[in-house]
């Protein structure tokens, strides 16, 4: 008849003794009576506490989480069969200790047998059993080490296994988490792109700070960085899910406020309570990379340096509130009739020029003697500055710049922080421009592209794409890939 398992703690009931005191559960049926537990030595150092069991259902009530070991009769008969002889009692000994072994999967467990069924004490061991004894060669010293050394065994086979499941969810989660991380998509664009991305959680790759860029297929650059509020597993899982829910919307058409909008209602459906919001900051830069929409909702906003000069803050006076902080039925009563939640501000941004986004992570971190005083968006503007003038750029001046502020903040940051550089300059992108003219077949050097813009690089084609010599109406019947 089976037995229930016992509720058993969460640690191994191996690992419960760490003292001199074990606790033995022996689970015998000799009708002769013949067997019975040597004494124990006084001089082995540890005391043992024995519990006798006569079948499998007194154990299983026996079985508390006290028990360090369990001595099996691998001669106990089955249910209510009596003891069989040869290869059936050797099957009816495993099918005993298999059940043994599953009402008690943190104990060390004995096998004990008679000294002729070798074969069967080792496939006992081989079954999940620490050790095995024979019946007619115990003593006291040699039942006393038996335990203990199964009691150990037991305990190194537990660390070992969790030690191993460790290391396997860390390794599947690093997968996961480096999947998760966007891909950037600007095929075609002259601008170039960096980021430094670190979480704050300890031990992970992935935080509650996203970001992405994707060049859609009439030349705009889409760029965008948020921020979940929290610094979980779960605020991470809804970062993901709002940059693959802001990628989609992009590619399928939609900027400024309706993106932002239909972001608010995912965010909505997606969180795990109403009290979770994101900040968020977008950024569409035109084809010929001169100009640019902003919107911001509840982020800090970007830091553009034109030209060489110094670096200073994007208008950011008239940004929305951030996602999910106020239900999506009452932002238009709050905002008044015809207001938009999230203006799209105009912005021009030049020939050459460095635009760097980023998450409160960059500015929050302490500075000064006591460690009072944060950053703040004026202290990070003045230390881009200064290392702009000592010719940092790109990924070297977003490295340089996280390193400064973790050392300010006088060790590891404890939120998430992402930094993104997008750079344009404009005398490459006029050389670049030359170039795949010059290479073009049929066109000469100074030959307007179709749509009579000279100041954006034109993609090459790529195998199953429009040519960018062909008609209008030829593009847009197989748009070019990103």
Known sequence: MPVPIPQQRTDAAAEASHGTDLTLLVIEDDPSGTFTVPELPAAAGTRVRIRTARNLTEAGRLLTDDVDCILLDLALPTGSETRASGNAAGADGLATLQHVLRIAPRHAVLALTAEDDAELAAAAVREGAQDYLFRDELDGRLFSRAIRYAVERKRADVAQRRLTESSLRAQENARLERGLLPTPLLEGSDLRFAAHYRPGRSRALLGGDFYDTVRTPDGTVHVMIGDVCGHGPDEAALGVELRIAWRALTLAGLCGDELLSTLQQVLEHERESEEIFATLCTVDIAPDGRSAGLCLAGHPA??????????????????????????????????GTGGTPWPRRQVELGGSWSLMLYTDGLIEGRVG????????????????????????????LLTAAVTEVRELNGGELTDDVA?????????????????????????RAGLRSPDGDRGRSIPRPRPGSAS???PVGAANAQRPPL
């Open 419 to 443: 930094v993104l550089l997008l750079d344009r300059d404009e005398e490459d992108a006029s050389r670049r421009d030359e170039e795949d003219v010059r290479h073009r077949p049929g066109e």
């Open 468 to 470: 960018p010599t062909a």
């Open 302 to 335: 970007p830091l553009i340096a034109r030209d060489g000069r110094t670096a200073h803050l994007l208008p950011h006076e008239d940004g929305g509130p951030a996602l999910g902080l106020l239900p999506h039925s009452a932002l238009p009563r709050a905002l």
């Open 369 to 396: 003697p006591v460690g009072i005083q944060r950053l703040g968006q004026d202290g990070m503007v003045e230390m881009i500055n200064r290392q702009l003038a000592e010719g940092l750029t790109g990924e070297d």
